[in-house]
């Protein structure tokens, strides 16, 4: 609930606040706020993702869970690779094709060994994890790698205070997204609780 709340917040009360200001003070709020949250939102996302994932599978919500987690997997790591080495430019590095190569790899290796054992889920559950894709992959992908570009151009030695408000509002703006699928998923596990899962 944490995350939903922070996200919700972001949107409804601080992306029409700092949509408001001049570039300059958007940048300097951004300076004091974009380390804490570089660290607390991906915390509060895997922790989230990774204990509803445990809690369906140990209430038995999740039938058929190892070829799903492995689809799963794929449909997050591949995109949400993308447009990191979009955001960062890092197509032509091969330093991050390596790390894409690999993890990528690795994700298919996954899928492929589990796929002969797949079976349909629930439709409740299959909603949830397309969820968990999009959520993931905006966060990870886009949100995070803004974050971590803000900070870098809050360090550099001359800051370019409308790239970090132009980012800065984009992320928040994007928070609020976040937020309105996390209330849907909200809705989604009060239908698997009391809906007649």
Do not use: C
Not at 18 to 34: K, M, Q, Y
Not at 48 to 72: E, K, M, S
Not at 91 to 112: E, K, N, P
């Amino acid at each position: 609930m944490l995350w939903t709340g922070i996200d919700l917040f972001m949107a409804a009360v601080l992306g029409p606040v700092l949509g408001g200001l001049d570039p300059e003070a958007r940048a300097d709020v951004f300076r004091r706020f974009t380390p804490k949250m570089t660290f607390l939102m991906p915390v509060l996302a895997l922790v989230t993702i990774v204990g509803g994932i445990t809690l369906a599978l140990r209430l038995g919500y999740f039938p058929n869970a190892d070829p799903w987690l492995a689809l799963l997997n794929v449909a997050i790591v591949v995109p949400a690779l993308l447009l990191i080495g979009h955001q960062f430019r890092a197509f032509g590095d091969r330093r991050w094709q390596a790390v894409f190569g690999v993890a990528t790899a690795g994700s298919v290796a996954y899928l492929a060994t589990t796929l002969p054992a797949f079976a349909m889920t629930t439709p409740v559950v299959a909603v949830s994890l397309a969820i968990i894709v999009v959520l993931s992959v905006l966060g990870f992908g886009v949100l995070l790698p803004g974050e971590v570009l803000m900070y870098r151009e809050m360090t550099s030695p001359e800051p370019d205070t409308e790239r970090i408000g132009a980012i800065g509002l984009r992320n928040a703006k994007l928070a609020g997204v976040q937020g309105l699928f996390q209330l849907s998923i909200i809705v989604v596990m009060v239908y698997m609780r009391w809906g007649g899962f």
